[in-house]
């Protein structure tokens, strides 16, 4: 078995900065590309930010140059830095991984979600 569990949501204020953990942990033999998405009211859900396990990312164009993402390769970990917020990245937050299990197997698991709200 394999979890992720995000946490660091909340509310903030617009300008306001925030970040996100997500921690996995299970049955885990190595965990390649990691990353975030977000999913607003009435909304799909979007791609925000995605990290190779070398350390390179990529940012949806919406959030570049605001979000940082980065991980920790040691913790199994990958975080979400995210300032100058604007009221349209309200959202729940979704951190995923692919992950290949002791068993050998590849997945890609998801955590629970975090929620973003930015209000004033």
């Known amino acids: 078995q394999v979890q992720l569990v995000e946490s660091g949501g909340g509310l903030v204020q617009p300008g306001g900065s925030l970040r996100l953990s997500c921690a996995a942990s299970?049955?885990?033999?190595?965990?390649?590309?990691m990353g975030w998405s977000r999913q607003a009211p009435g909304k799909q859900r979007e791609l925000v930010a995605t990290i190779t396990k070398s350390g390179y990312s990529n940012y949806a164009n919406s959030v570049k140059g605001r979000f940082t993402i980065s991980r920790d390769n040691a913790k199994n970990a990958v975080y979400l830095q995210m300032n100058s917020l604007k009221p349209e990245d309200t959202a729940v937050y979704y951190c995923?991984?692919?992950?290949?299990?002791?068993?050998?197997?590849?997945?890609?698991?998801w955590g629970q979600g975090t929620q973003v709200a930015v209000s004033s």
């Open positions: 299970g049955s885990i033999f190595s965990i390649n590309a």
């Open positions: 995923n991984a692919l992950i290949r299990t002791l068993g050998g197997n590849e997945y890609d698991y």
